[in-house]
C-alpha cells in the first residue's frame, strides 16, 4: 500500500489542501476560503480533501500557516517577553528593542537587562557569565511576563553561556518562564539575532494555539499521523519543533509555492511568481530550493536576521481592486481578499476586481458568471491587464540575478493574471495543479539543518573547518527528522572576513532530505 501525505497551506485568502502519495502524484486536491478564524479553514480544507481517500494510508500532513506572521504583522495575540543579554561589557549602548515601531514595542518588550558573558568570533568569552546576575533577572520576569528571550554575543560561535542561562533560570524558576535562545534562531549580527529571539518568544503562545488547532482536526477526522510545519527555507520541523521555533515558519507560505512550483514543473532553475487573492510574490530557484535573501530582513518593522526567501512582493492579485480613471485606472493596493467570492462582479457583488478584468479578457474561465461584465469598458480591461503585465515583467527584471533567460513558473490561485508570454523571459510555464502549488510544497518538503559560524581557517585548515560544519548540518537534518541515509548538502557559502585576525571566516552550510519513514 502506497504511504499518503497531506499537505495543508493557509493562505491570506485561500486554505489549500493535497494528497499525495509517495512519488508525489496528487490524489486529491481541494481549495476553500480562508476563514477568519484560520482553524475553521483547516478543518474544512481538511475534511474535503479526504473525503474518498483511504485514511489508513495517511502516514504525515504537513501544515504551512501564515498564523505567526499575521500576529506579528497585526500585532496581536503576541506575548510579552523578558529580554536578557549576554555580552557585557562590549554591548552596552544600545538597549534590546532600542529601534523597534512603538506599537510592538510596548505590546512585546517586557523587562531587560545587559550583563557579563558572550564570546568573542573564535569562541574566546569576553567574560565570564554572571550567574548570579541571570537568577536574579529570572526572579524579576516571574509573574511579570511568561517568556524571557536569551541572546549572547557570537552565540554561533559558541552558545555555552545561553545554554547555560536556560539551565539557571530552569533551576531557579521551573516552568513559570519559557525561554527562546538566539543561536536557535537567527544568525551572526547581535541586534538582529536577539531581534529574531524576542519576536520568537512573543510567538509561544500562537504557536501552541496552532499546533494544537492542528492536532484537534487531524484527530476529528481519525488521523493518527506524524505532524510538521513549514519552514521559511522550504524545508520542515516537527509540530513539536514549531512551538519552539515558531519564528522559522512566518515566510513559509511563499517558500512553499516556490517548492511546489519547481517539483510541479520539474525544474530546478527558474522564476517563480505566486499570485493569490491579495498579493504576488516573486522568488528565483536555484538547485531547487529558493534563493535566501542576504540582507537583514524586516518582519512587522522589526529588523532581524534569520533565514528567509529572496523574495519581492507587490500588491497584485485576484481580489485587487481596480478602480476606472480618467487616464485609465488605480489598481490596488487594496483587494477584498477571500471576499473575492462574494464580492467581485462575476460572483454576484459590486466591486470591479482583477479577477472580473482577467475573466472578462479571456484570460480566466470557470470561476463567477462571465455575463456578468460582458458590458465592462474595453479600455478598462485594457489599461489594468496593462498594468499587471507590466508588473509582472518589472518583477522578473528585478528578481533576476543575470542576463541569462529563465523560465518563469506561474502558480497560485491568481495566476491567470499572468500573461503568456513575459518579455526577458524564456517561457511561462502553468503545470498541473499549479493553483495548489503551495500546499503541494508542504506536502513534499523534506527535514533540514543547517549551521552558520565564524571558523579560523589558520588553526585548523579550510578543509577540516568545512568538514566540521558539514557534519554540524547533517546532524542537525536527521534531528529534524531526515532520513540518514538520503540527507545531502545543498550549499556551501564562505564569507571571508579579511578583518578578523587567523584567517577567519563566515562558513554557511546546509543539508537537507527526505522524512525518514518508520
Known amino acids: 500500500m502506497s504511504r499518503l501525505r497531506i499537505g495543508i497551506d493557509v493562505g491570506g485568502t485561500n486554505t489549500d489542501a493535497v494528497v499525495v502519495d509517495e512519488t508525489g502524484k496528487v490524489i486529491a486536491s481541494t481549495k476553500s476560503a480562508t476563514t477568519p478564524d484560520p482553524t475553521d479553514g483547516i478543518r474544512s480544507a481538511l475534511e474535503a480533501v479526504i473525503s474518498g481517500v483511504d485514511k489508513s494510508a495517511i502516514t504525515q500532513a504537513m501544515l504551512g ?27 552596552l549602548a544600545i538597549r534590546p528593542g532600542a ?53 549572547s554575543a557570537f552565540a554561533p560561535a559558541s552558545s555555552e553561556h545561553e545554554l547555560r542561562a536556560a539551565e539557571i533560570i530552569e533551576q531557579e524558576v521551573g516552568d513559570q518562564l519559557r525561554v527562546s535562545l538566539s543561536h536557535q534562531v537567527g544568525s551572526l549580527g547581535l541586534l538582529e539575532r536577539e531581534n529574531a529571539t524576542i519576536l520568537n518568544a512573543a510567538l509561544f503562545g500562537v504557536a501552541r494555539r496552532v499546533v494544537e488547532g492542528f492536532h484537534a482536526a487531524l484527530r476529528a477526522h481519525g488521523l493518527a499521523v506524524d505532524s510538521y510545519l513549514t519552514q521559511n527555507d522550504g524545508t ?43 498579493s504576488a510574490d516573486v522568488g528565483i530557484l536555484i538547485d531547487g530550493f529558493p534563493r535566501e535573501s542576504s540582507a537583514a530582513v524586516e518582519v512587522g518593522g522589526v529588523r532581524t536576521n534569520f533565514r528567509m526567501p529572496d523574495l519581492i512582493s507587490i500588491g497584485l492579485g485576484g481580489g485587487t481592486v481596480v478602480r476606472p480613471a480618467a487616464d485609465g485606472v488605480v489598481v490596488g493596493p487594496d483587494s477584498v481578499g477571500y471576499r473575492v467570492i462574494s464580492e467581485a462582479l462575476i460572483t454576484g457583488g459590486s466591486t470591479l476586481t482583477l479577477s472580473d478584468i482577467s475573466t472578462r479578457s479571456g484570460r480566466l474561465s470557470g470561476f463567477g458568471d462571465a455575463s456578468r461584465v460582458a458590458d465592462l469598458d474595453a479600455n478598462v480591461v485594457s489599461a489594468a491587464l496593462a498594468w499587471v503585465d507590466e508588473q509582472v515583467q518589472l518583477l522578473c527584471e528585478r528578481m533576476k540575478a543575470s542576463r541569462t533567460a529563465l523560465p518563469l513558473i506561474a502558480v497560485g490561485g491568481g495566476s491567470h493574471l499572468v500573461p503568456a508570454s513575459v518579455p526577458g523571459v524564456d517561457e511561462v510555464v502553468r503545470p498541473a495543479h499549479h493553483a495548489v502549488a503551495n500546499a503541494f510544497g508542504a506536502a513534499i518538503a523534506e527535514a533540514s539543518g543547517g549551521v552558520d559560524r565564524v571558523y579560523r581557517y589558520e588553526s585548523l585548515g ?10 554540524l548540518a547533517t546532524e542537525a537534518a536527521i534531528r529534524s527528522g531526515a532520513d540518514p541515509a538520503r540527507v545531502r548538502i545543498t550549499s556551501v557559502v564562505e564569507v571571508p572576513m579579511t578583518y578578523l585576525p587567523g584567517q577567519g571566516c563566515r562558513v554557511q552550510v546546509k543539508a537537507a532530505g527526505p522524512l525518514l519513514v518508520a
Open 65 to 91: 500557516t501564515t498564523h505567526p506572521a499575521n500576529a506579528i504583522i497585526q500585532r496581536r495575540e503576541l506575548e510579552q517577553v523578558g529580554v536578557l543579554r549576554l555580552a557585557a561589557p562590549s554591548s
Open 99 to 151: 529601534a523597534w515601531p512603538e506599537d510592538i514595542h510596548r505590546a512585546v518588550i517586557g523587562p531587560r537587562a545587559i550583563i557579563e558573558g558572550g564570546f568573542e568570533y573564535d569562541g574566546v568569552e569576553i567574560a565570564p557569565l554572571d550567574e548570579d546576575a541571570v537568577r536574579r533577572f529570572a526572579y524579576e520576569c516571574v509573574g511579570k511576563v511568561p517568556n524571557v528571550a536569551v541572546s
Open 236 to 278: 520542515l520541523m516537527t509540530a513539536d519543533e514549531a512551538v519552539r521555533l515558531p519564528i522559522l515558519t512566518v515566510g513559509s507560505g511563499p517558500t512553499n509555492s516556490m517548492r511546489g512550483a519547481c517539483a510541479l514543473a520539474g525544474l530546478s532553475n527558474a522564476l517563480v511568481i505566486d499570485v493569490g487573492g491579495t
Open 462 to 471: 579550510r578543509e577540516a573547518c568545512i568538514d566540521n560544519a558539514k557534519q
